[in-house]
């Protein structure tokens, strides 16, 4: 009973260090150049969506003193400032962002004082501009518009698409 028990137990071992040896293999990862050079290709993806949506509206906001935040913009300025939770004037913009589906792109808020605009492209390219009014120590609509809108290409880099094979290879995915 004993030589059984040592010959499983060598088995176990022995199947337990090749299943260990097979996959000490590493992953593969995306190389920092990689990772920065595709934080510079959204951030100017997300450009061309917001420059085709003030432009579809005809809206002159580059010109007229508006400043723009992103969603994080906003929740790093209400911490910043203590991180009220009944902040108004963050919680009425917030709502903007969460309250919409999928999107192209990241939505921006642009404000000025008093006035802003809430803009996005959906799923399917239409551009939506938001009017907002500061009423009341919050940001309310005032009016909502659609339009069509050009269509935004979004193109893979050359290290992306190496890493996607490898990785595939990798995890067996065909």
Not at 87 to 116: A, C, K
Not at 136 to 146: A, G
Request: positive net charge; proline residues 2%; hydrophobic residues 30%.
């Amino acid at each position: 009973m004993k030589k059984v028990m040592t010959i499983i137990g060598l088995l176990f071992l022995i199947l337990s260090f090749n299943s260990q040896s097979i996959s000490a293999e590493t992953p593969p990862k995306l190389t920092s150049e990689c990772i920065e050079k595709g934080k510079e290709r959204d951030k100017e993806f997300n450009k061309r969506i917001m420059e085709d949506i003030i432009s579809s509206f005809k809206l002159d906001i580059d010109k007229s003193g508006y400043a723009e935040f992103s969603n994080d913009d906003l929740l790093n300025a209400n911490l910043m400032y203590g991180g009220k939770v009944d902040d108004t004037y963050y919680n009425s913009l917030n709502q903007l962002f969460e309250n919409i589906g999928s999107t192209v792109g990241h939505p921006r808020v642009y404000i000025r004082p008093q006035n802003g605009y809430f803009l996005y492209k959906e799923t399917d390219n239409t551009n939506v501009m938001v009017k907002l009014k500061l009423e009341n120590e919050k940001w309310v609509v005032v009016e909502e518009k659609k339009k069509s809108g050009k269509q935004i290409e979004y193109n893979k880099l050359k290290c992306e698409e190496e890493y996607l094979k490898k990785r595939n290879k990798y995890h067996n995915i065909k």
